[in-house]
């Protein structure tokens, strides 16, 4: 069983928080739908403005998506004890996730509006060409 799921595609997406080395309560929650024209990923993303998150496809097609910062509580004095701090935007996340390869990453859009990170990602519905190529074979090299 654990070698199927290594072989998952979607681990990535399950499994995505490798520089602080595990998921964790930090990881901001994420609804990811398609339709006919676009993927769609709304992520959780309380107190994090547009420049506390950093998004990025590299050439693997892998969607990075880092929060660094969030917001600040006004109760940080040292008289101050902390008993809970379950709603986020506290500290640093990190998620990638690994896109289809029909996408048009040079079109990507995102938008944080009232605590979601939304972000469009274009599918191109045009096939792309064979990477498979025929060779001819000659009777000398």
Not at 1 to 9: C, K, N, Q, T, Y
Not at 15 to 42: M, Q, V
Not at 72 to 86: L, N, P, R, T
Not at 90 to 114: C, G, M, T, W
């Amino acid at each position: 069983m654990v070698g199927a799921f290594l072989s998952d595609p979607f681990r990535r997406f399950y499994w995505s928080s490798p520089i602080y080395g595990e998921w964790s309560a930090n990881t901001p929650l994420l609804d990811w739908f398609e339709t006919s024209t676009a993927h769609f990923f709304k992520f959780n993303v309380p107190g994090y403005s547009k420049e506390n998150i950093k998004l990025e496809v590299d050439e693997d097609n892998v969607l990075h998506i880092k929060g660094e910062g969030g917001k600040k509580e006004e109760s940080q004095g040292k008289d101050v004890i902390w008993h809970a701090a379950e709603r986020g935007g506290k500290s640093d996340f990190y998620r990638q996730i690994e896109l289809p390869e029909n996408i048009k990453a040079d079109q990507i859009k995102a938008q944080v509006e009232n605590g979601v990170l939304t972000i469009v990602v274009p599918k191109d519905n045009n096939p792309k060409p064979s990477k498979v190529r025929t060779i001819n074979i000659s009777s000398k090299l």
